[in-house]
């Protein structure tokens, strides 16, 4: 099998300045609507309690949603996640909330959501010690049972949404420092550029769908980051050797050949990590979802930045042969270019 | 050319046996076992317990797979739930005699399921996640500001005691948060009150200036001195909760400390939180008390007479009893500190105590009527008190004392970590709070290993039928990738959660990529007209440093993670950072070393599995040509 049979290169740099346009145009977009719409971030970033129950029958979000609003708890999420009996309710803390008025609130909306299944919670104690609110109804039945609390202080918030920052900003350095000494300054802007235009992307498309952005989404987020370059990396190590063993090639010839003859490798290679990606979208259930969604995004949008974006910003801040061909020792031409002796 | 010296053939073989042994724990699954661990702060095991809880089973006919002590409890591992319960019982019968007052803690348990010479390779299975396990995870904060407070008023105290020594008049003393001014009515006095502070307390740094009239010192911490306060109240405080959570009898407590003021609590299989809260949260106390002498009362503890009127009756540590007042001297809150170390004179173990200003007043008051007798420091815990130590009062006391005589260092340790047990350093304050279910833990594993299975059977058909043979190397490549990442993370004891096999699934996702470009690269030079052998020699030639730049970009970002992510990230990006540094090792040197051993030793080799290589030129043979093995074509 060999899915690419391209007889010439594509002329892809020709075509540079409308997909650089259209890269312009997505990314303004996905600055407009973080701008305008912006994250909606999780518990684990703004602070509050996250309650998962399950019903035993199809829960009703919408009445759920009402009952509890009744309780005038501020603004209350009320979701399904996984299955349609799987119900996640956010509430907010304000902060300064004591652990113990915490608890009592979970009790309170628990206690709620139980009697609007026309059931009485009892605090029982299971066989294993287990000391938690049970919800039986009239016939002995459990119509909603808790499977999850948690408590987050928006402390712990904040300090996230700072690492992460910081962790964004030390990979955006190091990856630079580390191109610009593999290959030369002007690759290290067009590479990060790219990728910044990847993770913005991505950032949108959460803004856009308003889907949730957690600790595990961020750390998709940064981990695209890593392997978007990856992509750029590949791409610029074709184009230094094209530079050296072609000697009679335009900038422009080179990074065409260069794209082109990565092409197999790009697809194969992308198509393999979104197989796995998808396998976690299938079967990761509720707390991969985000993960796998944002890995997606990020693999689509990585393929496309590294080709038409990357290579295009390297070309207008205008590689030359020179460029590479300096930064590297005479000893490191490869042996089999037929010009090698042309090296005066 | 495609040929390994042996010694590269004996790394892979090595590696491979490595990678089996250690991942082969993780597959044997959990037995029901029994644990004994200490339930008192003031009691001790040591390894004589482990005979002794087999002589227990022995008598109760029980058989254990084995007894072993490790850290500071005894586990037995049994074969079903049955014998684990009966094994509890008779245990918990045998070493509590008396079930009001439980001397040890009997807890149900579970432990590896893997065979003996396993673990005695260190070969452990790695820890699974609250996520996976379930169980209560509580993020606490220390309050660091009230720990250098108390250290600030203490020292108030002891500059105070100092100048009055001295005779140096000063206009007040006064602590504003953690720095602490002194006031004097002339420059001498001040020099004088300076040198002497700045000799007597080297952990403050004092500034002088004037204010009106009056000439005044401002000392503050000096940030090595505040630096030591705050790792010495962390210390402190992960001594104490680990003390109360061996209480509640779990499997494998994770007490750790984040960053510089943070303490994680992680209590697998725990599901009662309001329980766990109520233990860690509790406090015990330490309280001084005079022994009483009295006639009556040495009748009263050799069991002959009544205790006499406004005293009890107490256990030493050695188990004698002891007739204590019941009027408490001094209680823990004024305790500042306790430190095991040596007497500058006889150079005997000892612990050195230091009380606040306070504190410092009564003892001094209480000594000086009462040297010559005796003093017993209790411990309470769960309402019940024990004697730690009633050391004989040589003489009047002050803020700082020692307790010396008869003591070994290991003693010496002990002693000053009850007197410190009883009390937190700094509060603690929980910041974060989790709770997962079991049925949600076993769920999630299943969900993580279902999305791996899945992937990597995507990637390996794929790969196979692409690249034909060059991909069943591949694949192989992923396998062994897989192995020898999760052996390092077993050998490691990494907590595996999900986001951890998350990142296991991206990574082989990922490092399908190196494999990709040497296939693409092979193929490449083929078309290209070079011969098998030169093919796969330049195509893993040229690869090669294509995967190691993208590797170290992809590297920096994992780094990154690592330094900087907390919790879920960081699970993440240690799994993420090994798979990209076992992934190079797999990805070139193994699948390099199963080529070499299939095509290395053929010496006219015409052609190789890899797929169909197409080429530009030749495009109408190439449906020719469609057969597995592609024809090599002579050179132009």
């Known amino acids: 099998m060999e899915f690419f049979r391209i007889r010439r290169d594509l002329p892809l740099m020709r075509h540079a300045l409308v997909f650089n346009i259209i890269s312009a145009v997505t990314f303004l977009a996905a600055v407009f609507f973080l701008a305008t719409r912006g994250l909606h971030f999780s518990i684990e970033f703004t602070g509050g309690i996250v309650m998962e129950a399950q019903y035993a029958k199809v829960a009703e979000v919408d009445k759920i949603r009402t009952r509890l609003d009744e309780l005038k708890l501020g603004e209350i999420q009320v979701q399904n996640f996984g299955s349609t009996r799987d119900v996640v309710v956010r509430l907010p803390a304000p902060p300064g909330t004591k652990k113990d008025e915490q608890t009592a609130i979970v009790e309170r909306v628990f206690t709620t959501m139980c009697s609007a299944e026309g059931g009485s919670v009892t605090p029982a104690t299971t066989e294993k010690g287990e000391k938690r609110q049970i919800c039986k109804s009239a016939d002995g039945a459990e119509p909603v049972r808790q499977q999850r609390v948690d408590f987050v202080g928006p402390q712990v918030g904040r300090e996230l949404a700072v690492d992460g920052a910081k962790a964004l900003a030390v990979v955006i350095v190091g990856i630079m420092i580390y191109l610009a000494i593999r290959f030369e300054w002007k690759f290290a802007v067009a590479a990060i550029i790219a990728n910044l235009h990847d993770v913005i992307i991505i950032l949108g498309f959460f803004a856009f769908f308003q889907w949730e952005f957690n600790l595990t989404v961020l750390a998709a987020v940064l981990a695209v980051l890593g392997y978007s370059v990856n992509e750029s990396v590949v791409i610029f190590d074709r184009i230094r050797e094209a530079f050296r063993r072609y000697r009679k090639m335009t900038t422009h010839e080179v990074i065409d050949h260069a794209i082109t003859s990565t092409m197999s490798r790009t697809i194969i290679t992308h198509g393999c990590t979104q197989a796995m990606v998808l396998s976690m979208l299938i079967f990761g259930g509720p707390t991969l979802h985000g993960f796998a969604i944002a890995l997606t995004i990020g693999i689509l949008f990585g393929i496309y930045s590294s080709v038409f974006v990357a290579a295009a910003i390297a070309m207008w801040l205008g590689v030359k042969r020179e460029d590479l061909i300096k930064a590297t020792p005479a000893k490191d031409v490869d042996p089999d270019d037929p010009n090698a002796g042309a090296v005066v | ?636």
């Open chain 2, 1 to 636: 050319m495609n040929r390994y010296p042996a010694w590269k053939y004996a790394i892979i073989a090595i590696a491979l046996l490595v990678g089996l042994i250690y991942t082969l724990p993780n597959f044997f699954g959990e037995a029901p076992a029994v644990q004994v661990s200490s339930a008192k702060a003031t009691l001790k095991l040591d390894a004589s317990m482990a005979p002794r809880v087999e002589d227990i089973l022995t008598k109760a006919g029980l058989k254990a797979d084995f007894v072993q002590f490790e850290g500071n409890s005894v586990k037995a591992r049994f074969g079903d739930l049955d014998a684990q319960r009966k094994a509890k019982d008779a245990i918990g019968a045998a070493l509590n005699p008396d079930p009001a007052d439980p001397s040890y803690i009997v807890a149900l348990n579970l432990l590896s399921r893997s065979p003996h010479w396993l673990t005695s390779v260190r070969a452990l299975p790695m820890f699974l996640g609250l996520d996976l396990r379930g169980g209560v995870y509580f993020l606490m904060q220390v309050d660091m500001k009230s720990a250098l407070t108390k250290k600030a008023e203490a020292l108030t105290g002891d500059i105070r005691t100092l100048l009055r020594d001295k005779n140096l008049r000063h206009a007040g003393i006064t602590r504003d948060a953690n720095n602490v001014e002194v006031r004097f009515r002339d420059r001498e006095t001040m020099t004088a009150a300076r040198n002497l502070l700045t000799d007597q307390l080297p952990d403050l740094l004092w500034v002088d200036g004037q204010d009106g009239s009056d000439f005044k010192l401002s000392g503050s911490l000096k940030p090595e001195a505040q630096k030591r306060v705050q790792d010495s109240a962390i210390t402190q405080n992960i001594t104490t909760l680990h003390n109360r959570v061996n209480e509640l009898g779990v499997a494998e407590p994770v007490i750790q400390q984040q960053g510089p003021d943070r303490v994680v609590v992680q209590l697998p299989g725990v599901q009662d939180t309001a329980k766990a809260k109520d233990i860690i949260g509790r406090t015990a106390t330490l309280e001084l008390r005079m022994v009483d002498d009295s006639a009556e009362a040495i009748a009263a503890a050799t069991g002959s007479g009544p205790v006499p009127f406004g005293a009890e009756r107490y256990v030493e540590r050695g188990g004698a009893p002891l007739i204590v007042k019941r009027q408490v001297v001094l209680t823990g809150d004024n305790l500042i500190d306790a430190q095991p170390g040596f007497d500058q004179q006889t150079h005997e173990p000892n612990v050195n105590l230091t009380v606040d200003a306070k504190g410092a007043r009564i003892m001094q008051d209480v000594t000086r009527e009462n040297v010559g007798k005796r003093m017993a420091i209790l411990l309470f815990e769960k309402g019940k008190g024990e004697v730690v130590t009633a050391p004989v009062i040589r003489s009047e006391l002050g803020s700082r004392f020692q307790i010396t005589g008869r003591m070994t260092t290991a003693e010496a340790n002990d002693t000053a970590l009850l007197l410190r047990a009883g009390s937190l350093a700094a509060p603690m304050e929980i910041i974060e709070e989790k709770t997962v279910g079991p049925s949600l833990g076993a769920e999630n594993i299943t969900k993580g290993f279902h999305s791996v299975l899945w992937g990597f059977a995507a990637i390996a058909a794929f790969m196979c039928l692409y690249y034909l043979l060059f991909g069943v190397f591949s694949t192989l490549a992923l396998g062994f990738n897989l192995l020898l990442l999760l052996a390092v993370l077993s050998m490691l004891q990494a907590t595996l959660s999900l986001p951890g096999i998350a990142a296991i699934a991206l990574t082989l996702g990922m490092a399908i990529d190196a494999n990709v470009l040497i296939n693409e690269r092979v193929r490449e030079e083929l078309r290209g007209g070079a011969s098998p052998q030169v093919a796969i020699h330049t195509g893993y030639e040229r690869a090669w440093a294509t995967i190691l730049d993208s590797n170290v970009t992809t590297l920096i970002a994992g780094l990154a993670l690592l330094a900087f992510g907390s919790g879920p990230i960081r699970g993440f990006a240690v799994v993420h950072c090994l798979g990209i540094l076992t992934s190079m090792f797999s990805a070139v040197v193994f699948s390099r070393g199963l080529v070499n051993l299939w095509y290395g030793r053929q010496k006219k080799l015409k052609s190789v599995s890899i797929g169909q290589v197409w080429k530009p030129d030749a495009g109408t043979d190439a449906k020719a040509n469609g057969n597995a093995n592609a024809k090599v074509p002579a050179k132009t």
